[in-house]
């Protein structure tokens, strides 16, 4: 793992691991989120969210999480989930997100899901960029859809319900990348 070096204002330096060495692995992914959460052209608050999505796929620092962690405090824009018809069909498929929930999502007058769906769609988000990058754009697609006998006969996607689970495939999706035996 590369090591990177973050200077605050306090003059302390904070070592941070990352899991890229490469910058070119980093924006490919970036230029993956990019497809995922529509047209550049946009103003305000959708604008503001891109910004901080694409800081924190750049870089693994305390700031781009936590910017992150104030959009999903407010809810990702419902246009951003509606643009991935994928991700949630396939998380309403897994029950990572139930249908009716959803359903209830798109008849209300919000212009953001709620801050408990917006994590559910960044955590799918976070392991469906994971798993791209372990084993390419559609290998990634098909691993987290096929069951594992690691996830005792589940697919990896039907893990992420809870953060517990979504660990989990983190942390086995680690132990490929880095050549660990699973």
Sequence with gaps: ???????????????????????????????????????????????????????????????????????????IPMRIAKQNKEIVNSMIQHNIIPRKTWENALKSKRANLTPQNSERFMRTLRILELAKDAFGDEGGKQWVERPTKVFEGKPPIAMLTNESGSRAVELFLGQIMNGFNA
């Design 1 to 75: 793992m590369a090591e990177k070096k973050q200077k605050h204002s306090s003059k302390k330096s904070v070592v941070i691991k990352r899991r890229s060495t490469s910058a070119s692995v980093s924006s490919q992914k970036g230029a993956r989120l990019s497809a995922y959460y529509g047209e550049k052209k946009a103003s305000g608050a959708l604008k503001e969210f891109r910004v901080a999505l694409e800081k924190n796929s750049a870089s693994d620092t305390l700031s781009s999480y936590i910017d992150l962690s104030k959009y999903i405090e407010h809810g």
